[in-house]
T-cell receptor, first 122, second 113 residues
Framework: AQTVTQSQPEMSVQEAETVTLSCTYD???????LFWYKQPPSRQMILVIR??????QNATENRFSVNFQKAAKSFSLKISDSQLGDAAMYFC???????????????????FGQGTILTVHP | NAGVTQTPKFQVLKTGQSMTLQCAQD?????MYWYRQDPGMGLRLIYY???????DKGEVPNGYNVSRLNKREFSLRLESAAPSQTSVYFC????????????FGDGTRLSIL
């Protein structure tokens, strides 16, 4: 079974500065997907960024980027130019790629880390 | 765009009462999921439905039942609520294709007294 660990229960950053949230995972699979979700106080689960394990290039989405280290099984999220609206709980999640087509066995189930609460100071 | 709709948003039950949480999606997704979120534990999978007519247990299925009523709807039932089931419940859906992410509802906060 896969496990996902977020070792930072809380992090804080000054507005306009950069912060990195850590995530490690354990799997014996070679093909999988990794995700970062943001959960603001409204409780919505918002997809921030995704990474396919077969891609060596790190994913980026505007101010959000990841550092994907497959051998180390590490998937950190970097938030640049932090804004007050970035304050939220952030979850790292793993999904097997074994269900990319009908007939796979994992059916897109996500395994989540424990979450990191990010505070942004003005 | 409604996406994934969960009802109700909040509910308080007494121990032993039963309740069904409703979930509907309008994106024509094949797979649907129920998660619970507890402090310090992230989201954990309760049950999932890979396609209409099928359901399977996830990581924490005890005390719950599910029904995939049709392609749109996936309900979660607590037959005899216990205080340990106090949690925030999320429904999600997803299409089969490749790296498509799960789309989540806004959650139901359930308190069992």
């Amino acid at each position: 079974a896969q496990t996902v660990t977020q070792s930072q229960p809380e992090m804080s950053v000054q507005e306009a500065e950069t912060v990195t949230l850590s995530c490690t995972y354990d799997t014996s699979e070679s093909d999988y997907y990794l995700f970062w979700y943001k959960q603001p106080p409204s409780r919505q689960m918002i997809l921030v960024i995704r990474q396919e394990a077969y891609k060596q290039q790190n994913a980026t989405e505007n101010r959000f980027s990841v550092n994907f280290q497959k051998a180390a099984k590490s998937f950190s999220l970097k938030i640049s130019d932090s804004q007050l609206g970035d304050a939220a709980m952030y979850f790292c999640a793993y999904r097997s790629a074994g269900d990319s087509h009908a007939g796979g066995t994992s059916y897109g189930k996500l395994t989540f880390g424990q979450g990191t609460i990010l505070t942004v100071h003005p | 765009n409604a996406g994934v709709t969960q009802t109700p948003k909040f509910q308080v039950l007494k121990t032993g009462q039963s309740m069904t949480l409703q979930c509907a999606q309008d994106m024509n997704h094949n797979s649907m999921y129920w998660y619970r979120q507890d402090p310090g534990m992230g989201l954990r999978l309760i049950y999932y439905s890979a396609s209409e007519g099928t359901t399977d247990k996830g990581e924490v299925p005890n005390g719950y039942n599910v029904s995939r009523l049709n392609k749109r709807e996936f309900s979660l039932r607590l037959e005899s609520a216990a205080p340990s089931q106090t949690s925030v419940y999320f429904c999600a859906s997803r299409d089969y294709l490749g790296n498509q992410p799960q789309h989540f509802g806004d959650g139901t906060r359930l308190s069992i007294l």
